[in-house]
């Protein structure tokens, strides 16, 4: 696994997995198929009702907690009392002793409250790492003005086809990573078929989803693909050994439409 380095010198996997719409039976086989193939890094959150279940494939797995990464995200607008029981309750359903990374899932009214509460964690050893979600240039920038621990990393949607320029650019002005979810669209927009990607996959001798993912982790941009099928995640591991063209890399940044396929900034 390749690793970036968080603006607190802490290291994070580049390519994690998203655990979204996987809840019960279903996301402790798919996770645990996940570990196995050598996945560190672990995205949830409260709204995706499924920190039992990764518990669970975690326990199974053996695999040190030294080596896992686990994130989670506050999915609601909390006061601050609130927020430090959520923390706990977090922490209670993962089984864990403390989080590498919880995020604010969006812009809430809250969010400096809240945010009051997760430095407080962090000051308690109990969250390695803090960060935000879904927050735009201008929420963030007045939001870190308000904040002493400066988050490490914005979880935003991020593909091809909505590239995040211009954010990413002022993230990496204050040295936050930009962390994208949704990296194939969630399958929409048949973006597995598109003629470039088929064209590279060819001459790369790559699959589409390995074109996508490689692109987006030559422009520094950390990963957090799901799959539920065994191939597809070990396919979404091994994009470190190509290097694109130029020419290509330019073909794939044309195709960027600047607009969300998901509506959180609209
Ligand atoms: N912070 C936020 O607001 C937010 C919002 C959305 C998502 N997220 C996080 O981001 C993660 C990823 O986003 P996502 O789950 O929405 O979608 P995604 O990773 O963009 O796409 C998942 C879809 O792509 C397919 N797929 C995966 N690998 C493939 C491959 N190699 N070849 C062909 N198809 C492939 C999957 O099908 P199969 O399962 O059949 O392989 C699934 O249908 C989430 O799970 C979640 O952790 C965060």
Not at 94 to 117: G, Q, V
Not at 131 to 148: D, P
């Amino acid at each position: 696994m390749k690793y970036q380095i968080l603006n607190n010198g802490l290291k994070i996997p580049i390519i994690g997995f998203g655990t979204a719409r996987l809840q019960g039976r279903e996301c402790f086989k798919t996770l645990s198929n996940a570990l196995e193939c050598g996945y560190r890094l672990i995205d949830s959150a409260q709204m995706y009702k499924n920190h039992k279940d990764i518990a669970k494939a975690l326990k199974e797995s053996k695999i040190p907690r030294d080596e896992l990464f686990i994130e989670s995200k506050i999915s609601q607008n909390l006061n601050y009392l609130q927020t430090k029981d959520q923390i706990l309750r977090i922490l209670e359903e993962l089984d864990l002793e403390y989080l590498d990374l919880l995020l604010i899932h969006e812009p809430y009214k809250n969010s400096l409250y809240m945010y009051d509460a997760m430095q407080e964690a962090f000051e308690n050893k109990l969250i390695k790492s803090l960060g935000v979600s879904n927050f735009n240039e201008n929420f963030l920038l007045e939001f870190m003005q308000k904040v002493v621990i400066k988050p490490v990393l914005n979880q935003c949607e991020t593909h091809l086809l909505y590239q995040q320029k211009s954010l990413h650019k002022a993230l990496q002005k204050h040295d936050i990573l930009l962390q994208s979810w949704s990296p194939f669209i969630a399958n929409k927009n048949e973006i597995f078929n598109h003629p470039i990607l088929l064209d590279m996959a060819k001459k790369y001798l790559k699959t589409p989803a390995q074109i996508i993912l490689n692109f987006l982790y030559k422009r520094d941009i950390l990963l957090i693909p799901k799959s539920s099928n065994l191939q597809k995640m070990k396919q979404n591991l091994q994009i470190f050994d190509f290097e694109l063209e130029n020419k290509d890399l330019q073909k794939l940044i044309d195709l960027d439409q600047n607009k969300s396929f998901f509506g959180w900034y609209e």
